[in-house]
């Protein structure tokens, strides 16, 4: 069954609201297009709602935690489309089996949009899949019968790769406004990477394409590229030599040991950045044509934009 009748969760977040607006590009091929967000988000992120409705969006102001609420919402919509945060990715489980219960709800698909979490044997011990694997696995369970998903496996951002980590720049950093960075591994270790908009195109695919998405993980990539190659592309764009420092993937270990004993609260993103330079992002082969995804952003696409507007490497879209 095609989806047209799209429901959003954590649609004012960081890759939440790029998720809208890719629908919002597509939507002739929606019947409509919906979101469910929080009182404190309608409060504090107005004017994003108020531009999400003025363009055809129909917003829900709700508390996912009240059952009745979610159920109300899931009644207008064929497919949930889960964009929610790192706090609340358990949280979906009792959203899945919401959907499960519902009369319309035949497509949930999680908040995932990021590192493979089944990439090979070491996956199902990282601390930071813990939430999600548990989300896969009620999707996969015999709790689950009527309702498709499709898990978007992508990879890190590009966006926020190539950012700044200003705080602790030793996890890889790249500041355009001093002219320097902080490489990964030996600056030669390839990576793969997805751009935000390339994720909502992807999103947009994997909608109108569910025969080729539905049960599985679609894994998709902007470019592969290495750290050095980042710095090179910067640096032809700002004409310049930069400093450059770097981490191995030894000191690499040892920060993110550290971190989780210090309780950092940005020991997760130590423990992806160590996956990332270690190589599993990487794949023979990719799910981009089938969805339909033939032209991707680029490296060029991207350090142009990081130039023009300098991003942090880590962004929450938490109030
Ligand atoms: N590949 C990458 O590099 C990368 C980078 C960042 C994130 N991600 C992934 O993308 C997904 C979304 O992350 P994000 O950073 O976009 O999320 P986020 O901005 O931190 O939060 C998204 C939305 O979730 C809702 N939310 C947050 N905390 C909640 C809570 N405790 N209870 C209920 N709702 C809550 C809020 O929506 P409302 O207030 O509107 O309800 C919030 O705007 C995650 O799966 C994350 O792992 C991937």
């Known amino acids: 069954m095609p989806a047209r009748k799209i429901l959003v969760l954590g ?18 091929h929606f019947d409509s297009i919906g979101i469910f967000t929080s009182a404190e988000s309608a409060t504090n992120k107005q004017a994003l709602i108020e531009s999400f409705k ?15 609420q979610v159920l109300e919402a899931y009644r207008d919509y064929d497919t949930v489309v889960s964009a929610l945060g790192r706090y609340a990715i358990d949280k979906q489980v009792d959203l899945i089996a919401l959907a499960e219960r519902s009369s319309t709800i035949a497509r949930f698909i999680p908040s995932e949009y990021g590192t493979d979490i089944a990439y090979d044997a070491t996956s199902v011990t990282e601390m930071p899949h813990q939430k999600k694997l548990k989300v896969r696995k ?12 499709t898990y978007l496996v992508v990879g890190p951002f590009a966006d926020l790769y190539v950012g700044n980590m200003a705080q602790e720049p030793e996890m890889g ?43 599985k993980a679609i894994k998709v990539n902007s470019f592969t590229t290495t750290p050095n190659a980042i710095l090179a592309e910067f640096e032809r764009q700002t004409n310049s030599k930069w400093n450059v420092e770097y981490t191995s993937i030894d000191q690499l270990r040892q920060l993110e040991k550290k971190a989780y004993e210090d309780q950092n609260s940005l020991s997760s993103l ?4 160590r996956i990332w330079t270690e190589g599993r992002t990487l794949y023979e ?27 942090s490497a880590f962004q929450s879209g938490k109030l």
């Open 11 to 28: 649609a004012t977040g960081v890759i939440g609201k790029v998720l809208v607006e890719a629908l919002l590009c597509g939507k002739e």
């Open 270 to 273: 130590y423990t992806l950045r």
């Open 173 to 215: 950093s790249f500041d355009p406004e001093n002219k320097k960075a902080t490489l990964l591994g030996e600056g030669t270790e390839q990576i793969s990477l997805t751009t935000m908009a390339d994720v909502g195109r992807l999103l947009v695919g994997v909608l109108r394409h569910p025969e080729v998405c539905d049960n």
């Open 138 to 149: 009620f999707l996969e369970s015999g709790a689950i019968s009527r309702l498709k998903y």
């Open 285 to 311: 082969k990719r799910d981009n044509e089938s969805i339909g995804l033939t032209k991707m952003d680029t490296l060029e696409m991207v350090i142009q934009q990081a130039v023009a507007n300098p991003v």
């Open 54 to 68: 003025s363009r055809g969006v129909s917003v829900v102001i709700g508390d996912l935690y009240n059952d009745d």
